[in-house]
């Protein structure tokens, strides 16, 4: 099987209200849906959702790179996944979200291929996940608000709550937000980069009389010294990192640093499935466990995170659940969803149409 074409379309879908976090406020979701198409009549689709304050990339910019990845994967094998990721690491440096898109269209294709879902080819641990849900930035009594319907209405029994920018706000939130839901439901808090030290450490002090399980990247992405530092005093908080994480390298120093009790992996940030693979090998020989994360993306690229979760002992966690926010979604399949558990169909590739 040989790679003879790729077709790329952007997509803009609203918002159904604005998305809050600590160094932006989002309003829609723009991806580019890529279609490679090859000499035995298979087609593989891949996805890129470029989120520029994270992989440095928008996604005009996107197009520009999958274009230049083009004339290099005319005539590729997609089954020669090493071979890919070369040729895009030898084209240019990071730009995780065109990488991914590439990468996930080359497992989508391996998956129709051989007549098997993509979470069977990556290690077929199991099918099914637990995911949590995004509480954003609002007032307090409105993240409490919402909390309490995510739990009592939906059914979610995670619940991941945005923090950062007032580190006061964000304990009274926390406080708020465990009165709403009861001691049982497990709290985690993203305070993507918000902190510097002092009120990071602040922040764990006050989370900690409310059961957070655990705090995600507190620091500036390049603080990895930091990070280790706040590790060693979370007093029972588990600490994971995501900005910081968006290769096997950096997985590697920051085990080598003992500045993480998780890793978010994000395939947009590391440049698809098989370099997180890479990251999720490095955190389990290092006693680090993994989550799998997502920035907004349809459910093409939100299955492709579901399957390395479902796949892989060590992917304890997931965070994919942003095709929940969008006004219409165009890409259908994937995954059925009952309540906060995610079961993988059983399908060739991603099992996703359009």
Avoid at 78 to 86: G, L, R, Y
Avoid at 96 to 122: N, R, S, T
Avoid at 227 to 249: C, F, N
């Amino acid at each position: 099987m040989r790679i003879t074409g790729i077709k790329v379309e952007k997509v803009t879908i609203p918002l159904i209200a604005p998305f809050k976090v600590a160094f932006a406020t989002v309003e829609a979701l723009e991806s580019g849906l890529i279609r490679v198409e090859t000499d035995e009549g298979c087609v593989g689709f891949g996805e890129a959702s470029p989120f520029a304050p994270v992989t440095g990339e928008t996604l005009d910019g996107v197009i520009a790179v999958l274009d230049i990845f083009r004339q290099g994967l005319i005539g590729m094998a997609p089954m020669d996944i090493e071979a890919v990721h070369a040729m895009m690491d030898s084209v240019i440096v990071g730009n995780g979200a065109a990488k991914c898109a590439v990468d996930l269209a080359m497992y989508d294709l391996m998956g129709k291929a051989f007549g098997q879902p993509v979470y069977k080819l990556l290690g077929g641990f199991g099918s099914s996940v637990q995911s949590d849900i995004t509480i954003g930035i609002s007032t307090p009594e409105d993240m409490a608000a919402e909390a309490k319907k995510r739990v009592f209405e939906d059914g979610y029994r995670i619940l991941k709550i945005k923090a950062g920018i007032d580190c006061q706000e964000d304990i009274r939130a926390m406080k708020l937000i465990r009165e709403a839901v009861g001691p049982e439901i497990r709290l985690r808090v993203d305070a993507n980069q918000g902190y510097d030290t002092a009120k990071a450490q602040r922040a764990l002090r006050g989370f900690r009389e409310y059961g957070i399980e655990a705090v995600e990247q507190c620091l500036p992405h390049w603080d990895l010294e930091g990070a280790a530092y706040l590790r060693d005093h979370s007093e029972g908080i588990h600490m994971m990192l995501d900005e910081s994480i968006h290769g096997p390298v950096d997985a590697a120093r920051a085990c080598r640093l003992g500045s993480a009790d998780i890793f978010n992996i994000k395939l947009m940030k590391c440049g698809g499935l098989y370099p997180a693979q890479k990251i999720n090998a490095i955190a389990e020989a290092n006693g680090v466990t993994c989550m799998v994360g997502c920035m907004l993306e349809t459910k093409l690229a939100i299955t492709a995170g579901l399957s390395l979760v479902a796949a892989k002992k060590n992917v304890t966690e997931a965070d994919c659940d942003s095709f929940l926010y969008y006004k219409e979604n165009p890409v259908e399949g994937g995954f059925t969803q009952e309540k906060d558990l995610f079961t993988l169909l059983d399908q060739p590739g991603f099992g996703v149409t359009f």
